[in-house]
């Protein structure tokens, strides 16, 4: 295998027994996005030679992301734009995620949006009632929202500590979001933490990554359970914690966030951990080694 001098140099003095490549194939394989899959706007080395032997081998395959302001289908059109063949329901965002949870656990009830359009539009297009009168509210949901202003955290604040009725829920925890060049945005945790601050109550529900809730919906998706599935990501925090709350097993790449030494300074750990996504092929990949 070549190795670039920058992965030469992780691997660097003697963390290397930390690489573990899988004995073992899976039917289900679910992925983080950035860093895993791409990094910025290129195609990770040996993710496209990965996803068409998964591919060939039928594995059931999810691409998870936490980011409640993007359309679906932009991911489908970047994963496909770089030549990653993808299906629309293979795509699992955390607006996906809250829907399906507002569905099970709060169908009959009236839920206040701090979101932008694929969120609101999305729960409407669920059937579920959205209100911003705050005596009416029984659930604020707190997201991702680039038209935040003083007026909707007085509704929430209303809502929650006013007439003591609404719970705090969010569609996922991330408190910036980094963009490639080191800019970012503040994202969800942050209009969290702001309705937390002014009422004193806790957000009781996360609908992404690190909570295992979004693992439990890409394996209903799926239709297969924590055993027969691993979690692909480049992040220790996110990806990682949320496969090992699943009860699921978690490649780590080293192709984004996390490097060998801060691995090895974590108190986590990965069931396999690998230098480039395509190591996730058992290193003698038969056929028969996948099961079906
Ligand atoms: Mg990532």
Not at 131 to 138: E, N, S, V
Not at 159 to 179: E, K, S
Not at 231 to 236: A, F, N, P, T, V
């Given at each position: 295998m070549t190795m670039t001098p920058a992965q030469n140099r992780l691997a660097e003095p003697d963390h290397s027994h930390l690489l573990a490549r899988p004995t073992r194939a899976y039917r289900g394989y679910i992925f983080d996005l950035d860093g895993t899959v791409y990094l910025g706007r290129e195609l990770l080395p040996g993710a496209l030679r990965l996803i068409g032997e998964l591919r060939r081998r039928d594995a059931r395959i999810v691409f998870l992301t936490n980011n409640p302001t993007r359309d679906p289908r932009m991911y489908l059109d970047k994963l496909t734009g770089l030549g990653i063949d993808t299906r629309p329901e293979e795509i699992l965002n955390t607006v996906m995620t809250m829907t399906s949870w507002l569905l099970e656990n709060a169908a009959d009830k009236k839920i206040f949006v701090i979101g932008e359009e694929p969120l609101q539009s999305a729960l409407i297009a669920?059937?579920?009632?959205?209100?911003?009168?705050?005596?009416?509210?029984?659930?604020?949901?707190?997201?991702?929202?680039?038209?935040?202003?003083?007026?909707?955290?007085?509704?929430?604040?209303?809502?929650?500590?006013?007439?003591?009725?609404?719970?705090?829920?969010?569609?996922?925890?991330?408190?910036?979001?980094?963009?490639?060049?080191?800019?970012?945005?503040?994202?969800?945790?942050?209009?969290?933490?702001?309705?937390?601050?002014?009422?004193?109550?806790?957000?009781?529900?996360?609908?992404?990554?690190?909570?295992?809730?979004?693992?439990?919906?890409?394996?209903?998706?799926?239709?297969?359970?924590?055993?027969?599935?691993?979690?692909?990501?480049?992040?220790?925090?996110?990806?990682?914690?949320?496969?090992?709350?699943?009860?699921?097993?978690?490649?780590?790449?080293?192709?984004?966030?996390?490097?060998?030494?801060?691995?090895?300074?974590?108190?986590?750990?990965?069931?396999?951990?690998?230098?480039?996504?395509?190591?996730?092929?058992?290193?003698?990949?038969?056929?028969?080694?996948?099961?079906?």
């Open positions: 669920a059937g579920l009632q959205l209100t911003d009168r705050p005596q009416d509210i029984d659930v604020v949901v707190a997201s991702y929202d680039r038209t935040f202003e003083y007026r909707k955290l007085q509704i929430a604040f209303d809502a929650i500590a006013t007439h003591r009725r609404a719970m705090l829920v969010t569609t996922n925890p991330d408190v910036y979001c980094p963009f490639p060049n080191g800019n970012g945005e503040p994202d969800a945790g942050a209009i969290v933490a702001a309705i937390e601050a002014c009422t004193g109550t806790k957000c009781q529900v996360n609908a992404g990554k690190p909570d295992r809730l979004m693992l439990d919906t890409a394996m209903r998706r799926i239709g297969l359970p924590a055993q027969d599935c691993v979690m692909i990501g480049d992040r220790l925090s996110t990806d990682i914690a949320m496969a090992v709350a699943a009860g699921m097993d978690s490649a780590l790449v080293l192709t984004g966030e996390t490097t060998l030494p801060m691995l090895a300074a974590a108190g986590i750990r990965p069931t396999w951990v690998l230098r480039r996504i395509d190591e996730l092929l058992p290193e003698s990949h038969g056929q028969q080694q996948f099961s079906r």
